[in-house]
């Protein structure tokens, strides 16, 4: 099983980006999908999740109004689009599988946001 995240990097405040997680060695239309942030110092933060089949979802009342989550099944790929990002965003982004008692993690993208 492999879930590998990209889009990270550095960004100023206001700023965009598109995260992707792209999953394979699993049936990925069976998981719930999540992203996880951590930053240095603080604990990991549970940021967005989606349902398997892409219909519902949810986003942290920190992120509320301006990062939303998606997926596309036939890509094996769930997303983490990131609006009018503040410095407070930046962490390590990292994918999380979950199906069951099955949990698995991709190596996380970093974000970070400065002037």
């Known amino acids: 099983v492999q879930l590998v995240e990209s889009g990270g990097g550095l960004v100023q405040p206001g700023g965009s980006l598109r995260l992707s997680c792209v999953v394979s060695?699993?049936?990925?239309?069976?998981?719930?999908m999540n992203w996880y942030r951590q930053s240095p110092g603080k604990e990991r933060e549970l940021v967005a999740a989606?349902?398997?089949?892409?219909?519902?979802?949810n986003v942290a009342d920190s992120v509320k109004g301006r990062f939303t989550i998606s997926r596309d099944n036939a890509k094996n790929t769930v997303y983490l689009r990131m609006n009018s990002l503040k410095p407070e965003d930046t962490a390590v982004y990292s994918c999380?599988?979950?199906?069951?008692?099955?949990?698995?993690w991709g190596q996380g993208t970093q974000v970070t946001v400065s002037s």
């Open positions: 989606i349902n398997s089949a892409g219909g519902s979802s």
């Open positions: 999380n599988a979950r199906y069951q008692n099955l949990r698995y």
């Open positions: 060695g699993l049936t990925f239309s069976r998981y719930v």
